[in-house]
């Protein structure tokens, strides 16, 4: 067999981008299994994950106190206290303990006055829930965990568990197989003779590939013999992801890797302008990669981290995650803090116009989705109580920089198609997420205005005109991009059966019936106040109009745990508790873009989606979208 030289050598770079592109079918075509939560640290998910208990599942007390309840405590006062009596108006309460009805807020034990065994003294009235960890606080049944392409850690594990999801499915371990070859080369331990080469570099590589979620099994070594080498990766191919063969993929007279790889596949690169590292081969065989690894331990070493390293993270979705970095950015919103206390928040970040914007997360030492979502901490020093939005920020990252340059920032309006655009960007890029804050259309057209965020979802009512969002936005803006989302159902979200017969805005005056509303900025929010106007209905005859909530989920939830009656909400909204719906109105749900983002590629992958018929049909699913306009520039 004649001697192979290095013909048509590549750039490392060059190299990787050819062979990838040819193991295009490779990377597309997932294998998914079902393994239990607890054993899935590490492990890539294969597909969106749904919570399927509410986190917590109860209303509880926040910190050591007394439970009380809440319209007893009005009135009172520094110079005038209110008594309260044990198992009539108060009941001790440790953190982390239910809250029963009546009582529906707790006091602080410091802000107690004990007067003797059954009656205490207060001097300041509370709210209802008041420091109260309200039942979804966290995540809300049906909500989506995690996208599709998620490294879990050690948080998500608990996460997982606490939201009731026992089982996973999960992208499976790859199946490396390594050969070594040679006639000179032994088993350590079967060293006899001086001139024969202890075989040591399959041990360095299978210990260097399973920490990136795959299985290597090591083959006997192979004689230096064309046809035994072709053989057994004839033989072996089908029960393996990759191979990798270690040592004759040189230049020699006894190097037959590259005939073999060859004949029974094809050879794509022999050859790399790199210095250790060289001889590298890579090819194909029935789909799967095959590489051909130099012997020498320092060239062999290079190619598992330029070439076997991202190879696998392609293949199996992982992201390796990273904290030991910092960048500067600015806050996207105003943050009050503690002046006694150094507090770590956890952010979600984005990159708009070249500087990063920090996003607060769920605070609050219970909530553990501010550790699944983040991306970075910020550090408020003690002694700053106010953090001002647009203020400077050093954030600590904890995913690696090139993936958060890459996400997507989504500031505005609360809706379920935000999630289903989040697990589908996975589909095209698995490196980009979404992060997303609900702080209402209003805020999210402020966020754009001063440059916080890529999009912004709203549905705002101009009651002169009858019109969705474009008269708020020429409020901030002069020039903007606006795209249609979807029409979606708004309506009374109501019990089961709808027991206090509510069907109009006149009913959310009687008595008895709690209401509970969205946040001020809400797009919701405004819409019931245009129905109240019309109907000459006054909020201070409602019960509950000042009782918030700052999703749509969040919002049903309280009604099917019986804390409300009634709220204005969306049909999918009610669909995911089993609630009655009663229709109201179908708005128009749009996204607003950023100027910057309007030549993004990422940009363009939004519009793709959004647009797809695949998209459509899921978010039909969720129940009271009409997807007629999607993707119209408005």
């Known amino acids: ?86 198992g009539k108006d108060f009941e001790y309460i ?20 004990i007067l003797d065994e059954t009656r205490i003294k207060i001097r300041n009235s509370v709210f209802p829930y008041k420091d109260v960890r309200k039942v979804g606080e966290d995540i809300c049944v049906g909500e989506m965990l995690f996208p599709r392409y998620h490294t879990l850690t050690e948080s998500d594990i608990s996460f997982l568990l606490m939201a009731k999801v026992f089982e996973v499915p999960v992208i499976k371990k790859l199946k490396v197989l390594l050969i070594p070859t040679g006639n000179e080369i032994v088993e350590p331990e079967k060293k006899t003779e001086e001139f024969q080469i202890p075989e040591t570099n399959s041990l360095m590589i299978k210990n260097y590939i399973e920490k990136f979620n795959a299985e290597v099994d090591v083959n006997e070594i192979l004689p230096d013999d064309f046809e035994i080498i072709k053989n057994t990766i004839i033989s072996k191919i089908e029960n393996y992801d990759l191979i990798l063969l270690n040592a004759g993929s040189s230049a020699g007279s006894k190097d037959f890797t590259y005939y073999a790889i060859n004949e029974a596949g094809r050879v794509i690169i022999h050859g790399l302008n790199i210095k250790p590292g060289k001889p590298a081969i890579l090819g194909i065989i029935k789909e799967k990669p095959i590489i051909g690894l130099p012997g020498f331990p320092v060239s062999c070493n290079i190619i598992l981290e330029d070439i076997i390293k991202p190879l696998i993270l392609k ?32 952010v979600g970040i984005g990159k708009v116009k070249n500087k990063y914007v920090a996003i607060p997360l769920k605070r609050g030492a219970a909530n553990i989705s501010a550790v699944s979502k983040q991306d970075g901490i910020v550090y408020i020093d003690k002694g700053i109580e106010v953090l001002e939005d647009g203020e400077k920020v050093k954030i600590q990252l904890k995913r690696e920089k090139k993936l958060i340059d890459k996400n997507i920032l989504i500031i505005g309006s609360h809706d379920l198609l935000i999630d289903l655009l ?21 805020g999210g057209i402020i966020s754009i205005a001063k440059g916080y965020a890529h999009l912004a979802g709203m549905h705002l009512l101009d009651p002169e005109t009858g019109k969705y969002n474009i008269s708020y936005i020429k409020d901030y803006l002069d020039k903007f991009t606006l795209v249609n989302l979807s029409y979606r159902e708004q309506g009374f979200i109501v019990q089961k059966g709808n027991p206090k017969n509510i069907k109009n805005f006149e009913d959310l005056t009687k008595n008895g ?3 509970i509303n969205r946040q ?14 019309k109907n000459n209905i006054s909020p201070e005859n409602i019960h509950g109009y000042a009782d918030e909530e700052y999703s749509h989920v ?36 749009d996204l607003l873009i950023h100027e910057s983002f309007l030549n993004d590629e990422r940009y363009n992958l939004v519009m793709k989606i959004i647009t797809s018929e695949e998209f459509k049909k899921e978010a039909e699913k969720l129940g009271g979208y009409i997807l007629k306009n999607t993707g119209e520039i408005l």
């Open 422 to 442: 989040a697990d589908f960007v996975k589909i095209y890029d698995k490196d980009i997420n979404i992060v997303s804050a609900n702080v209402g259309s209003l």
């Open 1 to 86: 067999m004649k001697r192979r030289f290095y013909l048509n050598k590549k750039d490392l770079e060059e190299a990787i981008s050819i062979y990838f592109k040819e193991l295009k079918y490779y990377f597309s075509n997932d294998d998914v299994e079902i393994i239990h939560s607890r054993n899935a640290f590490n492990r890539v998910t294969g597909k969106p994950i749904f919570a399927n208990e509410n986190v917590p599942s109860y209303n509880s007390s926040a910190m050591d106190g007394v439970a009380v309840i809440s319209k007893k405590t009005y009135g009172a006062t520094e110079s005038n206290p209110i008594i309260l009596e044990k």
């Open 513 to 515: 019936i709690r209401y």
């Open 554 to 589: 969040n919002l049903a939830l309280k009604i099917k745990k019986n804390m409300a009656d009634v709220g204005l909400g969306i049909r999918a909204a009610a669909k995911i508790y089993d609630l009655d719906f009663i229709p109201v109105a179908l708005e128009r749900y």
């Open 520 to 533: 001020k900025t809400a797009g919701t929010r405004i819409l019931l106040d245009y129905y109240l106007g």
């Open 315 to 346: 293949k199996s979705k992982m992201e390796i995650y990273y904290d030991n970095q910092f960048v500067n950015g600015i806050s996207g919103k105003r943050i009050h803090s503690s002046i006694t206390e150094k507090e770590y928040l956890r």
């Open 94 to 113: 440790n953190t982390g303990f239910p809250i029963i009805q009546p009582y529906d807020a707790v006091i602080m034990i410091e802000n107690v006055e």
